[in-house]
């Protein structure tokens, strides 16, 4: 699989249609939890950021959709996510299970709030 990818659009298209759909719902989410989002590519997955701070990553391997919310999104949600494999920033969702979009719009959603919180504590008064 290729590995230096220009975009996420071309990210997503390298993956078979079934993990393509899948990816396109998660990139929705992101982007209507975050409309001002920037969106790249950083460590060779799509990458977002807020308010000039990393938001979400998130890749897709053979068995699963990992997405990596920081340490501070996954330890926020830590029960929910407890059913899923884990590591200190990131989270399995299988690809033979549905993807808890819900869930998953919840973290982006305290991720987006984490980062305008962390910018307003660093502006002077």
């Not at 701070?53 to 501070?72: N, Q, R």
Request: cysteine-free.
């Amino acid at each position: 699989m290729k590995n230096t990818f220009q975009s996420v659009d071309e990210y997503i298209a390298s993956f078979p249609k079934e993990t393509q759909s899948l990816l396109r719902q998660l990139r929705k989410i992101i982007l209507e939890k975050a409309p001002d989002a920037t969106e790249s590519i950083s460590y060779g997955m799509p990458a977002y950021k807020t308010y000039g701070m990393p938001l979400v990553y998130f890749a897709a391997y053979k068995a699963h959709i990992g997405l990596y919310a920081t340490p501070t999104g996954h330890k926020k949600f830590a029960r929910e996510l407890s059913e899923y494999r884990r590591g200190k920033g990131s989270v399995q969702f299988p690809l033979e299970a549905p993807l808890p979009w819900e869930l998953i719009g919840r973290i982006v959603d305290f991720r987006v709030r984490e980062n305008k919180d962390m910018t307003k504590r660093r502006q002077p008064l």
